[in-house]
């Protein structure tokens, strides 16, 4: 037996003990352990039961997810919890932590489960587009019905073990340690009549055949529409765990788990699990101890501001506001505390939490009251001049080794860092709107940026429970310069015969929660006329340019705010209605500039728009503002609504091939060159790999 599984009797008990850190995953080494040591209990005389535990932070949190679309090792998971299951002892698991995935079914798998009052219990498979393949879908409905198990399997939201007891699912919790509960429990066992109890045999759950059946239909009625593919399979397979005897519930079972393991689906989700952890990691954070951060200053509170303030107050910062004048500060106060109202009236927090964050907020309109403050983040106004006055106050107060952050979307952090003392202690923090609620963070290095500052920024956004991915500095960062390239695609084919709503319509269908222009309408158009407007000294002459949201500005039509952009907006309403006049300033723009407008079907659209943010995507890998392709994804899907299921545009340009993207894109590039082709995809291409080699650092 290796080290990952170890095995001792205790006065008539086996303790069979799960050692493979950090999750416990059940990886190849753990499943032949787990057997090999349930084959040498069985086997040994002076054993009369069972007790299954593991060391660390958690019994195992899944099966291993590298192991997942890799040639298949035995024993396998089902098989492993089909021996548990069988064996002539009673078998009792001890089990704390996040009990997840196929360490839930492993758990199931046993005769009895004690747990540790903190447990949590979840069968988050569905996350990675497949179902419980070790017999989850058989076992937990046996216990507690269709309903329950339906929704354990597809609402994802992982159960209380206090949820755990009352579904069934767990016999117990107990405040000693979980183990010599275990141990207690499995004394009391031996010798009883009945003792095992084998989950297979339990019939409790399926009691109520009509209310079961009709659990499956409801939450096959919901689903109706759902573009995932695996909840649908794990419907199939609850609604089998009536229909078939146990065995076959379980081949019913496997056969669709191979099916959504092989789906692009899951290929997808399972990269973004990975992606998302690995855009945690940057060499300054691996080199460089972060700086202590207690009170954090924000300069401005607006939207923006007082979003992120409100983020550092819910992960326990202190936090001092400053704005213009008392009224704005006010107003901005009052933001604040409207963003702690709702979240009680949702439940999600108490007025006492409301209370105990609002006095952890000051308030102020003189930039010395942040002079106590270990970071400050400017969230003023996208005004180059007006953010390096802001940035000049804030020099003269704060103290010694004080972090000066910016918000900005697009300024050069350079530029801002150069005008300070120490350019060294500057880098970008770039929050999404509204900032309490998108998990995205940029953090921005500059060329000056200590490793310390950048180690700061990346534990901060941690503590915030956001998603922080390392961004070098180029106009927009990683997001936005993908968007804007998106656009550029999009205004293309607008100029060329599509309407924005055809375009917006096939963005939404693919999965995007808006098209292009009802952002834009939503940001407000002039955005990126100021952008556009700032770049134009240096626009690149042989491009072609697109001027109808120039002229949309010129009108005024500068999205929901003014009531029209794209779409009108009835008084207040967030409900956008096509407008004939936009279809007819394109229409003229296109008779201005000779273009005789042809007809785009929605693949060609999605093509396009895909095709652009990869190209961009690569350019920045290859530029090295991105550290890697999975963390372009990683800031698409949870930045700008990407949808996660398709893994973000680099994974889904692998998956359907970069060759024939590279291809099409130099048949692109014929009519214009920004379609040219980044150099990154002949390097991957001519080294016979795909983003994922590059994903590896
Ligand atoms: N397999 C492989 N590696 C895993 C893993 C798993 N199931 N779960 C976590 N890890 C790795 C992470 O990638 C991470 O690695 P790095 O340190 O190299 O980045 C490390 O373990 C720690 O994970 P987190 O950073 O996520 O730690 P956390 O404390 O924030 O969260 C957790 C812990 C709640 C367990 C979280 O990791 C998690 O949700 N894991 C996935 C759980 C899951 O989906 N289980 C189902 C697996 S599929 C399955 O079991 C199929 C089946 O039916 C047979």
Same mark, same amino acid.
């Given at each position: 037996?290796?080290?990952?599984?170890?095995?001792?009797?205790?006065?008539?008990?086996?303790?069979?003990?799960?050692?493979? %850190?950090?999750?416990?995953?059940?990886?190849?080494?753990?499943?032949?352990?787990?057997?090999?040591?349930?084959?040498?209990?069985? &086997?040994?005389?002076?054993?009369?039961?069972?007790?299954?535990?593991?060391?660390?932070?958690? /019994?195992?949190?899944?099966?291993?997810?590298?192991? $997942?679309?890799?040639?298949?090792?035995?024993?396998?998971?089902?098989?492993?919890?089909?021996?548990?299951?069988?064996?002539?002892?009673?078998?009792?698991?001890?089990?704390?932590?996040?009990?997840?995935?196929?360490?839930?079914?492993?758990?199931?798998?046993?005769?009895?489960?004690?747990?540790?009052?903190?447990?949590?219990?979840?069968?988050?498979?569905?996350?990675?587009?497949?179902?419980?393949?070790?017999?989850?879908?058989?076992?937990?409905?046996?216990?507690?019905?269709?309903?329950?198990?339906?929704?354990?399997?597809? &609402?994802?939201?992982?159960?209380?073990?206090?949820?755990?007891?009352?579904?069934?699912?767990?016999?117990?919790?107990?405040?000693?340690?979980?183990?010599?509960?275990?141990?207690?429990?499995?004394?009391?066992?031996?010798?009883?009549?009945?003792?095992?109890?084998?989950?297979?045999?339990?019939?409790?759950?399926?009691?109520?055949?009509?209310?079961?059946?009709?659990?499956?239909? *409801?939450?096959?009625?919901?689903?109706?529409?759902?573009?995932?593919?695996?909840?649908?399979?794990?419907?199939?397979? !609850?609604?089998?765990?009536?229909?078939?005897?146990?065995?076959?519930?379980?081949? /019913?079972?496997? &056969? &669709?788990?191979?099916?959504?393991?092989?789906?692009? +689906?899951?290929?997808?989700?399972?990269?973004?699990?990975?992606?998302?952890?690995?855009?945690?990691?940057?060499?300054?954070?691996?080199?460089?101890?972060?700086?202590?951060?207690?009170?954090?200053?924000?300069?401005?509170?607006?939207?923006?501001?007082?979003?992120?303030?409100?983020?550092?107050?819910?992960?326990?910062?202190?936090?001092?506001?400053?704005?213009?004048? +008392?009224?704005?500060?006010?107003?901005?106060?009052?933001?604040?505390?409207?963003?702690?109202?709702?979240?009680?009236?949702?439940?999600?927090?108490?007025?006492?939490?409301?209370?105990?964050?609002?006095?952890?907020?000051?308030?102020?309109?003189?930039?010395?009251?942040?002079?106590?403050?270990?970071?400050?983040?400017?969230? !003023?106004?996208?005004?180059?001049?007006?953010?390096?006055?802001?940035?000049?106050?804030?020099? *003269?107060?704060?103290?010694?080794?004080?972090?000066?952050?910016?918000?900005?979307?697009?300024?050069?952090?350079?530029?801002?860092?150069?005008?300070?003392?120490?350019?060294?202690?500057?880098?970008?923090?770039?929050?999404?709107?509204? *900032?309490?609620?998108?998990?995205?963070?940029?953090?921005?290095?500059?060329?000056?940026?200590?490793?310390?500052?950048?180690?700061?920024?990346?534990?901060?956004?941690?503590?915030?429970?956001?998603?922080?991915?390392?961004?070098?500095?180029?106009?927009? $960062?990683?997001?936005?310069?993908?968007?804007?390239?998106?656009?550029?695609?999009?205004?293309?084919?607008?100029?060329?015969?599509?309407?924005?709503?055809?375009?917006?319509?096939?963005?939404?269908?693919?999965?995007?929660?808006?098209?292009?222009?009802?952002?834009?309408?939503?940001?407000?158009?002039?955005?990126?006329?100021?952008?556009?407007?700032?770049?134009?000294?240096?626009?690149?002459?042989?491009?072609?340019?697109?001027?109808?949201?120039?002229?949309?500005?010129?009108?005024?039509?500068?999205? +929901?705010?003014?009531?029209?952009?794209?779409?009108?907006?009835?008084?207040?309403?967030?409900?956008?209605?096509?407008?004939?006049?936009?279809?007819?300033?394109?229409?003229?723009?296109?008779?201005?500039?000779?273009?005789?407008?042809?007809? $785009?079907?929605?693949?060609?659209?999605?093509?396009?728009?895909?095709?652009?943010?990869?190209?961009?995507?690569?350019?920045?890998?290859?530029?090295?503002? *991105?550290?890697?392709?999975?963390?372009?994804?990683?800031?698409?899907?949870?930045?700008?609504?990407?949808?996660?299921?398709?893994?973000?545009?680099?994974?889904?340009?692998?998956?359907?091939?970069?060759?024939?993207?590279?291809?099409?894109?130099?048949?692109?590039?014929?009519?214009?060159?920004?379609?040219? %082709?980044?150099?990154?995809?002949?390097?991957?291409?001519?080294?016979?790999?795909? $983003?994922?080699?590059?994903?590896?650092?």
């Amino acid at each position: 037996m290796g080290q990952e599984v170890k095995f001792n009797v205790n006065d008539g008990v086996a303790v069979i003990t799960i050692n493979n %850190p950090p999750v416990n995953a059940l990886n190849a080494a753990v499943r032949q352990g787990l057997v090999t040591a349930f084959d040498d209990a069985e &086997a040994n005389d002076d054993v009369k039961a069972i007790v299954m535990f593991a060391e660390g932070r958690t /019994f195992p949190a899944g099966a291993d997810i590298t192991e $997942f679309g890799k040639p298949t090792v035995d024993p396998w998971l089902p098989d492993v919890c089909n021996r548990v299951e069988a064996t002539c002892k009673p078998v009792v698991a001890a089990v704390h932590g996040t009990v997840l995935g196929g360490g839930f079914e492993l758990a199931l798998a046993a005769h009895y489960r004690i747990a540790d009052p903190m447990t949590t219990f979840g069968l988050p498979e569905v996350t990675l587009g497949i179902l419980p393949g070790a017999g989850g879908t058989q076992r937990v409905p046996r216990i507690c019905g269709a309903e329950a198990a339906l929704d354990l399997m597809i &609402a994802k939201a992982p159960i209380s073990a206090a949820k755990a007891v009352d579904l069934g699912l767990i016999d117990g919790v107990s405040r000693a340690h979980v183990r010599d509960a275990a141990l207690d429990f499995a004394h009391e066992l031996i010798g009883k009549p009945n003792a095992l109890r084998p989950t297979r045999e339990r019939t409790e759950g399926l009691s109520d055949p009509v209310g079961y059946a009709r659990a499956v239909a *409801a939450k096959r009625q919901a689903l109706a529409g759902n573009p995932l593919f695996a909840p649908a399979k794990i419907v199939d397979c !609850v609604e089998a765990a009536m229909l078939l005897p146990f065995e076959g519930g379980l081949a /019913f079972e496997q &056969a &669709a788990f191979e099916d959504c393991l092989r789906s692009d +689906q899951s290929a997808a989700l399972r990269h973004v699990f990975f992606a998302e952890r690995k855009a945690a990691k940057a060499p300054e954070v691996a080199r460089a101890k972060p700086r202590p951060v207690e009170i954090v200053g924000i300069v401005g509170g607006g939207t923006m501001g007082s979003g992120i303030a409100a983020s550092f107050l819910d992960a326990g910062f202190g936090v001092v506001l400053v704005d213009r004048d +008392q009224p704005m500060l006010d107003t901005a106060l009052a933001r604040i505390e409207s963003v702690f109202d709702k979240a009680v009236r949702k439940g999600s927090i108490t007025a006492q939490m409301l209370d105990e964050r609002m006095a952890r907020l000051t308030g102020d309109i003189h930039y010395f009251a942040v002079s106590e403050a270990d970071l400050v983040i400017e969230c !003023v106004i996208e005004d180059m001049s007006v953010k390096e006055q802001v940035f000049a106050t804030l020099d *003269a107060v704060i103290k010694p080794g004080a972090i000066l952050a910016t918000n900005t979307s697009y300024l050069d952090i350079n530029t801002l860092a150069a005008g300070v003392a120490h350019p060294e202690n500057v880098l970008g923090l770039h929050f999404f709107s509204p *900032a309490h609620v998108m998990r995205l963070v940029e953090v921005v290095v500059g060329e000056a940026t200590e490793a310390d500052v950048v180690a700061t920024g990346f534990t901060l956004a941690k503590k915030l429970g956001k998603i922080p991915v390392r961004s070098g500095v180029a106009d927009g $960062f990683i997001g936005n310069s993908i968007l804007a390239a998106y656009r550029t695609a999009a205004d293309f084919m607008l100029e060329d015969g599509a309407s924005p709503y055809q375009v917006d319509a096939t963005m939404r269908a693919f999965g995007f929660p808006m098209g292009p222009y009802q952002v834009l309408d939503l940001a407000g158009l002039d955005i990126s006329w100021a952008r556009r407007k700032r770049l134009k000294s240096t626009r690149d002459p042989e491009m072609r340019y697109i001027a109808i949201g120039d002229k949309m500005c010129q009108k005024g039509w500068l999205g +929901q705010k003014a009531g029209r952009g794209y779409y009108t907006y009835a008084d207040g309403s967030r409900l956008g209605v096509e407008d004939p006049e936009v279809l007819g300033l394109i229409a003229a723009e296109r008779e201005r500039k000779g273009i005789t407008p042809r007809a $785009f079907g929605p693949e060609e659209i999605l093509y396009r728009c895909l095709s652009a943010m990869v190209n961009e995507g690569a350019n920045l890998v290859l530029n090295k503002i *991105a550290q890697r392709p999975s963390d372009i994804d990683v800031a698409m899907i949870h930045g700008y609504g990407f949808p996660r299921w398709r893994g973000g545009p680099m994974k889904a340009a692998e998956l359907s091939g970069l060759l024939s993207l590279r291809n099409q894109l130099r048949e692109f590039a014929k009519e214009d060159k920004f379609w040219t %082709p980044s150099p990154l995809f002949d390097e991957v291409i001519k080294a016979g790999h795909g $983003f994922d080699t590059l994903n590896a650092v």
